[in-house]
Nanobody, 123 residues
Framework: VQLQASGGGLVQPGGSLRLSCAASGRTFENYSTGWFRQAPEKERQFVAGIDDTGVLTIYRDSVQGRFTISVDKANNVVYLQMNSLKPEDTAVYYC?????????????????WGQGTQVTVSS
């Protein structure tokens, strides 16, 4: 499966962005999808994940209540709605496909990655 991430940009603190992760070649069926982010000189960190049914979701603590992950199965797109953005959310955001739900927080288990989209939160 090929993944294409988009939707990043520059936003003021408190603002919102919606990231998209579009799949081609195959659908998200049988894959769990995760969003990770990486700031300069920092390790890639898990942000949010959703299982292949779209029922199970999980978030890192710092984004819980502000970010929402969802899937549009008809169009093979996974979204990350980001509200109340903070400067510490600034990073390159990547989407990926993991073979099993139990691996959704483990980046080394991912088989497919999108190219990344820059999110900058600044006044």
């Amino acid at each position: 499966v090929q993944l294409q991430a988009s939707g990043g940009g520059l936003v003021q603190p408190g603002g919102s962005l919606r990231l998209s992760c579009a799949a081609s070649g195959r659908t998200f069926e049988n894959y769990s999808t995760g969003w990770f982010r990486q700031a300069p000189e920092k390790e890639r960190q898990f942000v949010a994940g959703i299982d292949d049914t779209g029922v199970l979701t999980i978030y890192r603590d710092s984004v819980q209540g502000r970010f929402t992950i969802s899937v549009d199965k008809a169009n093979n797109v996974v979204y990350l709605q980001m509200n109340s953005l903070k400067p510490e959310d600034t990073a390159v955001y990547y989407c990926g496909a993991a073979p099993l739900w139990r691996f959704v927080k483990v980046s080394s288990k991912y088989r497919h990655w999108g190219q990344g989209t820059q999110v900058t939160v600044s006044s």
